[in-house]
């Protein structure tokens, strides 16, 4: 079968592999992220080589793009870096630079649409969606008919607006995000936040009936759902898809926030809450999506924004 | 020049008239709204039968398209009015209705739909906006690339959403509409809200330094920004545009947003906070430019949900 290599640029750890039109992920790399440009580009180079070799020896096809997924403000439609705090470019040309150093075309998206994009397509399949990718921040992607959403790369940067908590103007990921959650509960329960063992101990802690857990979870609830609220009342009812690290909360925190965002939305059809389906291999495969897309060897039926976009692989039945 | 017979049926008042592709709007006409969908059917036929007398005695040309913009939740795509609490439909088929009791293809849209495209295309020039429509509620509707973002007709019902003020829930409309910043002023002053003139009184009164009226405005804004923050966050920013009579309020209401907004967003560019152009007359415009584009005379360049539309007569170079 025909494979895209793909190439995940997280801050500190760059995810590669091979993706199939199926969704399935091969040859599975890890290396840690250079914090220039140049030498990135070196890197997802090398990368490509190496993937590229394993392809040959397995007796895979693979298609001439590259799918990159980078972290940021990310412009698709021209191939910029506009603004990365972690890995400090700006206005850098990546898709040029990475097209330059791996010899071949480039299929370049932003992180947390790439992901989306695979969530849709491989995941839980909603054509339009709202994807939040909450792990150290809190990320998000709109889905409209099949396609990203962009806005020139300024679209999705929710974590670090502000959300209104008993009258304060607070930013949603200091209490709504992974490290957040953790950060809070460290603060109401006196524990060292570096011993409390990520979001999922919280949300543990809240199942067995701790009291700053609950109201923890409870402050990251609300606020999710003030943040999301107006949101979907200006589109309209649409899924929310709850990727990153916090997904494997799963009911614990789907549940609370459909009961209150459906008290937020009153009018408007109930949302439908859900975790993702992918893990932490999501951006990668979104990322191998792309690429395959581009070569053309998973077909996108256009559709309007208001419409139902498909993808489908070549030759399947429409 | 050739002309599209159009229609706003408001939720007490008809709006008609005939709209050229230039944006004029010529032949007026007003008839109270039948509350009764057969009713108000026929009533429609009656102003599309004068309109076209009177376009005959002008010797203006038609298209064959009417164009009818109809409020509550409405689905363009299947043509249903789909819920109306003032005019008490639900899943009714008006646009074969329409048709059958015209004789005539109709270009069936939602009102503030309607109204933001004829903003687009002859008010602002937004071509990627949110729209408000401010007045006795508030409506939104998000136009992306060219083209409204309708989602079944649930796209738009901004008004009835919740958000937090001195961490109560509260509905926007009750106090960032036109005629709730009457009602929280009336309150407030102790004044009885019959003798208040509207918003634009309250506007002033808080330009003259009245502090009731100050604070009344400052809580509008605040919700308003808050509303629309989030939303701003996850689509990246875009204009805002404010219709309907409280657009009347100029700077006064378009400065302080645009500070709030700027002050939550943070990290993302500014967005452009303006009054629409259009007045009273916008939904009836945007009737007629659904029939314009509807029957050929308006020329909609496609594009992608991220690149940007542009609607041109034909003929004019693109």
Redesign the interface.
């Known amino acids: 079968m025909t494979h895209a290599i793909a190439l995940d640029v997280g801050g500190t750890t760059i995810k590669a592999g091979l993706v199939a039109p199926c969704g399935v992920l091969a040859a599975q790399r890890t290396r840690p992220t250079p914090q220039e440009p140049q030498a990135l580009a070196d890197t997802l180079a090398d990368l490509a080589r190496e993937l590229r070799a394993h392809a040959v020896e397995m007796g895979l096809q693979l298609v001439n793009h590259v799918g990159i997924a980078v972290p940021g403000i990310v412009d698709?439609?021209v191939g910029i870096g506009v603004y990365s705090a972690n890995l400090g470019w700006r206005d850098a040309p990546l898709k040029a630079m990475f097209e330059e150093a791996i010899g071949a075309p480039v299929a370049f998206g932003h992180d947390v649409r790439s992901g989306a994009l695979a969530e849709m397509v491989w995941g839980t399949g909603s054509p339009?969606m709202?994807y939040l990718a909450i792990g150290t921040g809190i990320g998000?992607a709109?889905v409209?008919?099949g396609?990203?959403?962009?806005?020139?790369?300024?679209?999705?940067?929710?974590g670090?607006?502000?959300?209104?908590l008993?009258?304060r103007?607070v930013?949603?990921e200091h209490y709504a995000s992974a490290s957040g959650i953790v950060e809070q509960y460290a603060r109401r329960s006196g524990i060292p936040a570096r011993e409390i063992n990520g979001a999922e101990e919280v949300f543990a802690a809240a199942r067995s009936g701790n009291d700053h857990a609950r109201a923890t979870i409870e402050v990251a609830v609300t606020l999710l759902a003030?943040?999301?609220?107006?949101?979907l009342?200006?589109?309209?009812?649409?899924d929310i898809v709850l990727g990153g690290g916090l997904a494997r909360a799963g009911a614990d925190l789907t549940e609370p926030l459909t009961q209150a965002l459906t008290?937020?939305?009153?009018?408007?059809?109930m949302p439908s809450v859900r975790p993702a389906k992918l893990g932490s291999w999501s951006q990668c495969l979104g990322a191998g999506y792309r690429a395959l897309v581009a070569a053309g060897e998973i077909v996108i039926e256009p559709a309007?924004?208001?419409?139902m976009g498909t993808a489908r692989e070549p030759g399947e039945p429409q």
Do not use: K, W
């Open positions: 698709e439609d339009t709202i998000a709109v409209l008919a396609t990203t959403f962009n806005n020139h790369g300024y679209a999705g940067e929710l670090q607006a502000l959300v209104s008993h009258g103007d930013v949603l003030r943040s999301l609220g107006a949101t009342a200006i589109l309209g009812s649409m008290h937020r939305l009153r009018i408007s059809p309007g924004c208001d419409g």
